[in-house]
């Protein structure tokens, strides 16, 4: 069983729509990490939190750590938006990051 | 100011060639992972670097893989004898600490074996 999974695998919306895409871990830690990956394989790092809710302009990440879970929200979605969006948790003594198997959003206009 | 950076960004090679990627971490940052990702799949962590200590190689598939670091800079990927299975992506990441968590990635280097 992956320690890091997410849902959906795949998401498809129309331009504007609001977007969730969650995280579930079960490894113990005290951050997560929300990484963008477009098509060239380039990952930015979008996010890394470990409480609370931090925003973005139009995007936004919440984390509860006694649930283990995470949402990374897209308000007002545009094409560009278009990506894999990954969630990773550090773990092991290299704090060594376990990724999800990512979501592949497509935002139509 | 500078990011992680690697090179090359493509590499194609015959299989059963050597090949060594290389990744420039951001200055002063004292860790440095390397993470692949083949086709279809996801991310899996190879080696991890910090500072002066012993790596971390928990994560390399076989003795065909191994690496470098030079002190707190450099570091070098090499795989010996390619294989097919080893077409992806790899990624550099570098963090200012293990404990910052934070890691900011490189462009990767998309490995082809023919």
């Known amino acids: 069983k992956n320690e890091v999974e997410q849902s959906p695998q795949n998401l498809t919306a129309q331009e504007g729509e609001f977007i969730t895409i969650n995280c579930s871990y079960s490894v113990g830690i005290s951050a997560l990490h929300w990484l963008q990956q477009h098509p060239g394989g380039g990952i930015v790092s979008l996010f890394m939190l470990s409480s609370g809710k931090k925003k973005h302009g139009r995007l936004i990440a919440t984390i509860n750590i006694q649930e283990k879970h995470s949402s990374l929200h897209i308000t007002a979605s545009h094409p560009r938006d278009s990506a894999v969006y990954i969630c990773a948790a550090p773990s092991g003594s290299a704090r060594q990051l376990t990724f999800g198997s990512g979501t592949q959003l497509t935002v139509l206009p | 100011g500078a990011g992680v950076s690697q090179s090359p960004s493509n590499k194609v090679t015959e299989k059963g060639k050597d090949v060594e990627l290389r990744c420039d971490p951001i200055?002063?940052?004292?860790?440095l992972y390397w993470y692949r990702q083949r086709l279809g799949q996801g991310l899996e962590f190879l080696i991890y670097?910090?500072?002066?200590?012993?790596?971390?190689k928990s994560g390399l598939p076989s003795d065909r893989f191994s690496a470098e670091r030079t002190g707190e800079s450099v570091s070098t990927l090499t795989i010996q004898r390619t294989q097919q299975e080893d077409s992806a992506v790899y990624l550099c990441?570098?963090?200012?600490?293990?404990?910052?968590?934070?890691?900011?990635f490189g462009p990767g280097t998309r490995l082809t074996v023919t």
């Open positions: 200055s002063g940052h004292t860790a």
């Open positions: 990441a570098s963090s200012r600490t293990r404990d910052s968590y934070e890691q900011y």
């Open positions: 670097f910090q500072g002066n200590s012993a790596p971390d």
